[in-house]
């Protein structure tokens, strides 16, 4: 093959709604690059697994393989979970070349798909003075994972909005709903909750259930398949490729 296999690695969900828009997302990467081979795999509770995709594409004669994680931060996912699936498969498929990308976040892309999102929503640039936002994770354990979403709370806080505040579903606090009425509490006349996750499931009802129980004024939907996030992806994947051609040719 003239071009590594672009590997796009999901957490899956019991949830129905997330293997659905994570294909939908791949589906958008095709798209944007035909002749590209785009294959979708998934830690657990939805197939196919990424050992039985890794193995499928070995036997079709397959070399080179990037593994994009379908991640927004370095959490425990990327730093264990898919460096692990990924060693064993290279040690039980010594022939395919397996290099693990980067994660999607932060990045520019996933701020203008935020923006996209919360446009759809309803809000207006005129509104955005005198609006506060929520920018609700999933959440981890994991300190960077928290630094970088707080990173990212502060950017926005620079690009209009009266105020910005960091959320997490799990793991970490506040939850929505508190950094809701913590926006009221100082005064905030409406306030927008956008959940940075990739594809619905049980964080993102949890996020939408804090935004609806603190009566936020602007729900926006999770980032799903756009074309801003295409397009890191194929960003994602294009940085892994010249890293891959520059070890093989070391």
């Not at 294909?23 to 785009?38: D, I, M, S």
């Amino acid at each position: 093959m003239s071009h590594p296999v672009l590997l796009v690695i999901a957490h899956g969900s019991r949830d129905p709604r997330h293997a659905a828009t994570v294909h939908a997302l791949t589906q958008r990467v095709r798209a944007e690059r035909p002749g590209l081979r785009v294959e979708t795999a998934f830690l657990e509770f939805n197939a196919p697994s990424v050992p039985r995709v890794l193995e499928r594409l070995a036997a079709e004669g397959a070399d080179e393989v990037v593994a994009l994680p379908l991640l927004l931060t370095r959490a425990f996912h990327a730093k264990t979970d898919i460096p692990s699936v990924l060693s064993e498969a290279r040690a039980r498929l010594p022939r395919l070349h397996i290099r693990q990308a980067d994660v999607l976040g932060p990045s520019p892309l996933l701020n203008a798909t935020l923006g996209r999102r919360l446009r759809e929503a309803g809000v207006r640039p005129g509104d955005i003075p005198r609006t506060g936002l929520v920018l609700a994770s999933a959440g981890s354990s994991d300190p960077e994972a928290i630094a970088v979403i707080a990173e990212i709370a502060r950017e926005l806080r620079h690009t209009g909005w009266c105020a910005v505040r960091p959320a997490f579903a799990s793991a970490s606090l506040p939850r929505t709903e508190d950094a809701v009425r913590a926006l009221r509490a100082e005064g905030v006349d409406r306030v927008a909750v956008a959940p940075y996750v990739i594809a619905p499931g049980r964080l993102p009802d949890r996020i939408a259930a804090g935004a609806e129980a603190a009566g936020a004024d602007v729900l926006a939907d999770v980032l799903g398949p756009a074309p801003e996030l295409a397009r890191l992806l194929l960003d994602r994947y294009d940085e892994a490729r010249v890293m891959v051609g520059a070890s093989l040719s070391a």
